[in-house]
């Protein structure tokens, strides 16, 4: 067997751990299991491509290569390893960005050989269609973590025209690969790499903080597939392989994302959701009486139920209180309370993220049930302990045509006999809108930092 031969054959055992690993991350039972084989996957692709011939040459600059790796190496792993999950969907898009970068840099590099040997226009066409995309994600990415890392605010940044504008962006961007196609000129990819930076930008400014996740697994996509360009362009069947699943997988969670907040890709990209607080947290909260308790009540009421729904949302993963609510739900279960854990598609701030959660405090998988199969059981329910969540457990979504989460399937907690709200304040949830459920008189509101109220809950539990 040839070395080349034997090379191809270890690309094509990476492209097949890669599409066993989504297999994988389909569960968060197998999601461990899915990371390391790709990972091994990747370190195999790696390996092989030190021993790979192009053009009847070995790899050069091998030193400036394994330098970099081992850099790569010193960064990545003490920042994954040591990042609050609170913050992991940040990292996912600065790492995400960095794809992008790398993608389009691959790019800008393989422009100077495309023109110094006259290939194929549509070689010429792949490489700059990946600077176009790498440079939108890397951008793009940067914004992203710096609205989730709240280095710059949340809110959507809207100004007069800003679509039109951004359209502009985009044609010009169009206009000059074209231009590029016919002249060959390099001045113009430097012009083009600055629009694309500009329109990655412009693209992520009028996005809300609620809605950046649906962003990120877009730009996610959007990096896959310049890695996918790149993969053209070198020649490597594996690049072209990884990047398209990234690609595929991303536009497809896009979608599925989307769907779960019951609104269209279009409209959480172009519509600024959030720039309005049309309910603010201070004229209805006078006018309007809540019934309020204490940890000690929740207690009470918790320890004479026979069967309790958690539903957690993002004030959990704030105020890291995924080990005391497994905690409290051990706890019950002592008492022979029957306890799950309701789980919406996106509470948190990325798919997942609230299984990955409660994974990291030894939460059964078996106790955690998603949306649609929770909905099922909530009317046999005596409690729903409602843990930091509020968009997605809100009944203006299904109750109020007017209201913009409209039509978002939500979490029915106000099917359970008795509600338990635990709440740092009455302020709205990332929607900016009020929940109809703080109102409802089967609900009882606990205010203070989830963390403290169910250390609080816990004691009174065990001494009741």
Do not use: C
């Amino acid at each position: 067997m040839s070395r080349e031969t034997l090379i191809d054959l270890l690309y094509l055992f990476s492209a097949t751990t890669f599409v066993l690993a989504l297999k994988g991350l389909g569960s968060p039972k197998r999601a461990r299991l899915g990371n390391m084989v790709a990972a091994f996957g990747m370190i195999v692709a790696v390996g092989a491509t030190f021993f790979k011939y192009v053009d009847g040459h070995a790899l050069h600059h091998v030193g400036l290569i394994a330098l970099a790796m081992v850099i790569g190496f010193i960064v990545a792993v003490p920042t994954a390893r040591y990042v609050q999950m609170t913050a992991m969907p940040q990292l996912v898009a600065i790492f995400n960005g960095v794809g992008g970068g790398a993608a389009s840099l691959v790019s800008i590099t393989e422009f100077v050989h495309v023109k110094a040997t006259h290939p194929a226009t549509y070689v010429a066409l792949e490489v700059l269609l990946g600077v176009l995309i790498g440079t939108v994600s890397f951008s793009g990415s940067a914004i992203a973590f710096a609205k989730l890392q709240e280095l710059m605010t949340g809110r959507p940044i809207t100004y007069p025209g800003q679509q039109i504008l951004n359209g502009v962006f985009g044609l010009g961007a169009l206009a000059l690969i074209v231009a590029i196609l016919i002249q060959g000129s390099t001045a113009l990819l430097w012009i083009l790499l600055i629009l694309a930076f500009v329109l990655g930008v412009a693209f992520v400014l009028p996005i809300g903080g609620a809605d950046v996740p649906v962003l990120i697994s877009l730009l996610n996509s959007f990096t896959g597939l310049a890695v996918a360009a790149s993969g053209f362009t070198l020649g490597s069947n594996l690049l072209i392989v990884a990047g398209t699943l990234v690609g595929a997988s991303g536009i497809l969670l896009t979608r599925l994302m989307s769907k779960a907040m019951g609104r269209s890709l279009a409209n959480v990209l172009f519509s600024a959701f959030g720039s309005v607080v049309s309910a603010g947290p201070g004229a209805g909260a006078e006018e309007r009486s809540v019934r309020s308790g204490s940890p000690e009540d929740v207690a009470v009421l918790l320890s004479f139920a026979s069967r309790v729904v958690l539903i957690p949302g993002y004030g959990l993963a704030v105020a890291q209180a995924q080990h005391v609510l497994r905690e409290l739900a051990e706890v019950l279960e002592g008492k022979g309370v029957e306890v799950f854990y309701a789980i919406h598609p996106v509470a948190g701030r990325m798919p997942g993220h609230m299984n990955v959660l409660l994974a990291e405090a030894n939460v059964p998988y078996e106790q955690l049930k998603e949306m649609d199969e929770a909905n099922l059981e909530l009317q046999t329910a005596d409690v729903a302990l409602v843990v930091g969540a509020n968009d997605t457990v809100n009944p203006a979504a299904k109750d109020d045509p007017s209201s913009p989460i409209y039509g978002m399937p939500i979490i029915n907690a106000d099917l359970a006999e008795n509600v338990l709200f635990l709440k740092r304040s009455m302020r709205p949830g990332f929607a900016g809108i009020e929940n109809e459920l703080l109102y409802n008189p089967k609900t009882t509101l606990v205010f203070g930092d989830a963390k403290d109220t169910l250390t609080k809950v816990v004691a009174a539990v065990k001494s009741a």
